[in-house]
């Protein structure tokens, strides 16, 4: 390339062809200086004799000498792994050759120097110690502790009438704080919100952690205070909780129902694998499943139950067993709850009214063995609330109230016409509030119409 052609070209096309001549140092160049020596460099080569092939003889010469090469480096680390001292070796005629070119190999006569042992050692590999073993050691911590004593004080909603509190304390901080009282005594304070007065004050007992506080509101927020009261009469506040908003006690607007079944036998995994791609963005598994259900999607486990048809007797017994009552006493426990059905169901069974649930169909009064029959008969409920001290009268008879001021009065309701005054008079005695209700019943029957057979335990009104 001349020079005029060098000077044509920028300063990156020359670094590129000094790089590919093999040149050094050029980075630092000005564009001038680095066009001289690619000139130069271009007529070095050229006064260069052309290389010559090379021959047989040249590569066996190669392979030997890195066999050679090879050898020593494996025979002196081996002496060097041993500490052993080197040994001179003679190049006799009983000496070891090169099993390629026949010519004798050379022996290492003296300790190694610094670049025949770096050599050596270019392709030794350090072994990998193993890694320690590890030792599990059990540590015993003990029992969790009974309370940290942090001296809080916690209140929650357990349902619409019913709260939940919970205080840690150690036992030693609720002995010391009765030891502080002027009665001995630690009580548990309730406060509606926007309320100063307290609306409820319980005793603790010397083993109590946690209270149930039934509540006359629902929708309504509480707080509670733990404390004592003074010698002095003031009243000492260990800790009091944050605010807890009961729910409500009406029943959801919602009243939509939506079944969907989801085998046990079949994991979620799986599951999610059949329909995942029939699933729409943000949609969840179980409205998926819903959904595709619905449109007869086939899928490899049965759908539903087999119960065969719900009558209107069942469902109208049923309603009468476990609604309207139930609902009203959504404040009870669970184990009020359950011993609450457990009476139902037994005064159901003795008066034969759990019948309509029978497969066979027996009736209630004695059905016949075969033939079609039809039984019918009417119960009459009354039920309200007000407050909870108040005292209420239905038809001259008081009734007793629930903890929240609600009440119901269940009677047989055969036919007639009927007058049932009701009245509230307040705890007080100064308020007095009342209505009258009035009821008839006319039956009129075709045909052989038994009668259900009416619990034992309850009675008709007064006629009118």
């Known amino acids: 390339m001349s020079k005029t052609d060098l000077a044509s070209k920028t300063k990156t096309e020359l670094l590129k062809i000094a790089q590919r001549l093999g040149l050094r140092g050029i980075s630092t160049l000005s564009k001038a200086e680095l066009a001289e020596r690619i000139q130069q460099a271009q007529e070095s080569n050229a006064k260069k004799p052309a290389r010559q092939p090379i021959g047989l003889a040249a590569v066996a010469r190669r392979v030997a000498d890195a066999v050679k ?10 002496d060097i792994e041993s500490d052993a001292p080197p040994v001179k070796k003679t190049n006799g005629k009983g000496g070891r050759r090169s099993p390629i070119s026949g010519s004798p190999v050379e022996e290492p006569t003296a300790a190694l120097q610094p670049a025949d042992e770096l050599s050596a050692h270019k392709f030794d590999v350090t072994p990998t110690p193993p890694p320690p073993t590890q030792t599990f050691h059990e540590e015993h911590l003990g029992e969790l502790p009974d309370a940290y004593g942090t001296g809080r004080l916690f209140l929650t909603a357990r349902d619409p009438h019913w709260l939940y509190a919970y205080w840690d304390l150690s036992w030693q901080q609720m002995a010391d704080y009765r030891g502080q009282s002027s009665d001995g005594r630690i009580l548990l304070r309730v ?20 209270w149930y506080i039934p509540v006359n509101k629902a929708a309504a927020s509480y707080s509670a205070d733990l404390g004592f009261w003074k010698q002095d009469g003031s009243f000492q506040v260990i800790n009091r909780s ?13 009243t939509t129902a939506r079944f969907v079944t989801i085998p046990i036998d079949i994991s979620f995994r799986e599951l999610f694998g059949l329909i995942k791609g029939h699933m729409r963005d943000g949609e969840q598994l179980a409205d998926a499943l819903h959904r595709l259900q619905l449109a007869g999607f086939r899928f490899p486990f049965k759908l539903g139950l087999e119960i065969g048809p719900w ?4 469902a109208a017994a049923l309603e009468r067993i476990l609604g309207g009552d139930i609902l009203r006493r959504i404040n009870m426990g669970s184990f009020e709850i359950s011993e609450w059905l457990r009476r139902r169901l037994q005064e159901e069974l003795s008066s034969g009214m759990f019948s309509a649930f029978s497969p066979a169909g027996s009736s209630w009064h004695g059905q016949p063995e075969k033939g079609f029959w039809f039984a019918v008969n009417a119960e009459l409920i009354i039920y309200g609330a007000t407050e909870p001290d108040a005292k209420v009268t239905i038809d001259g008879k008081e009734v007793k109230l629930r903890s929240d001021g609600t009440f119901s009065f269940h009677y047989a309701f055969p036919d007639g016409q009927y007058r049932l005054p009701v009245v509230a008079v307040s705890g007080a005695g100064d308020d007095e509030r009342a209505v009258e209700l009035s009821f008839e019943r006319k039956t009129r029957k075709k045909g052989d119409v038994g009668k259900v057979k009416p619990a034992a335990h309850l009675k008709s009104p007064a006629a009118a």
């Open 191 to 210: 406060f509606e919100k926007n309320h100063s007065t307290v609306a409820q004050e319980f005793t603790l007992g010397h083993d109590s952690r946690n």
């Open 69 to 78: 090469r090879r050898a020593i480096r494996k025979r002196d680390r081996a």
């Open 242 to 254: 944050r605010e807890a908003t009961t729910p409500p006690d009406t029943i959801s607007t919602d």
């Open 311 to 314: 009558t209107d007797d069942q």
